[in-house]
C-alpha cells in the first residue's frame, strides 16, 4: 500500500528564517512526486512535480528536491504570504490517483 | 480560462439524507477525480472518471458514488450520510486519463448533523 508521511506536522518560522520540510514516500511504481499549497477555505494549488532522484525544481522562495526515498520542499527568507498547508504527494503506476501526506501548516511571523 | 468550479460551497445535511455534489472541469479537461479531505485522514481518493467511464475507485464504500457527463462535468453523490462523513470534498481536473497534474476546486463543505 502506498505511503506518505510529512513532517514536521507544523512548522513556526520567523520572516527570514529558512527551513526545509520532508515528505518520505513509498510509493508502488512512483510516476511523479507532487507538491501543493492549501490556504485554508481553498483548494490545493499545485506548486511542483518531480519525476527522478536527484531531480530539483524551484519557484520564487521555493525549491523542492527528490531522492530515492525523500523529497524536501526548501524555503528561503519565508515571508508571512507563504503561510499555508503544504501537502506533498505520490503518483503511482496504477492509475490518475494521488496519495497525500498529512502535511505540513507553515506560520512564518513578521 | 475559468478554473474548476464546485457547487454548493457548503451544505448541511442530517444524518440518513442523501447529497449529490458538482464540479465542472477547466474547459478542455476530460478527467475528473474526487477527494474527501478530514482533519483525521487527510486527502483521501475517492474515484477517477475519463470519458464518463469510472477508471480508479478508492477505499471508499458503495455509498460514495459518481458520475461523469458527455461535457465532462461530474456529480458526486452520498446516500444515507453518517456523522463520519462530514469533510471537504474536493474536485480536481486533468486533461488526460494520464495526465498527473490535477487543478484542484475550492472544494464542497459538507456537515451532517
Known amino acids: 500500500e502506498d505511503q506518505v508521511t510529512q513532517s514536521p506536522e507544523a512548522l513556526r518560522l520567523q520572516e527570514g528564517e529558512s527551513s526545509s520540510l520532508n515528505c518520505s514516500y513509498t510509493v508502488s511504481g512512483l510516476r511523479g512526486l507532487f507538491w501543493y499549497r492549501q490556504d485554508p477555505g481553498k483548494g490545493p494549488e499545485f506548486l511542483f512535480t518531480?519525476?527522478?532522484a536527484g531531480e530539483e525544481k524551484e519557484k520564487e522562495r521555493l525549491k523542492a528536491t527528490l531522492t530515492k526515498k525523500e523529497s524536501f520542499l526548501h524555503i528561503t527568507a519565508p515571508k508571512p504570504e507563504d503561510s499555508a498547508t503544504y501537502l506533498c504527494a505520490g503518483h503511482n503506476n496504477a492509475g490518475n490517483m494521488l496519495t497525500f501526506g498529512g502535511g505540513t501548516r507553515l506560520m512564518v511571523k513578521p | 480560462k475559468a478554473g474548476v468550479t464546485q457547487t454548493p460551497r457548503y451544505l448541511i445535511k442530517t444524518r440518513g439524507q442523501q447529497v449529490t455534489l458538482s464540479c465542472s472541469p477547466i474547459?478542455?479537461?476530460?478527467?475528473v477525480s474526487w477527494y474527501q479531505q478530514t482533519p483525521g485522514q487527510g486527502l483521501q481518493f475517492l474515484f477517477e472518471?475519463?470519458?464518463?467511464?469510472?477508471?480508479n475507485k478508492g477505499n471508499f464504500p458503495g455509498r460514495f458514488s459518481g458520475r461523469q457527463f458527455s461535457n465532462s462535468r461530474s456529480e458526486m453523490n452520498v446516500s444515507t450520510l453518517e456523522l463520519g462523513d462530514s469533510a471537504l470534498y474536493l474536485c480536481a481536473s486533468s486533461l488526460q486519463h494520464s495526465n498527473e497534474k490535477l487543478f484542484f476546486g475550492s472544494g464542497t463543505q459538507l456537515s451532517v448533523l
Open positions: 518531480l519525476y527522478s
Open positions: 474547459s478542455g479537461h476530460r478527467s
Open positions: 472518471y475519463f470519458s464518463e467511464t469510472q477508471r
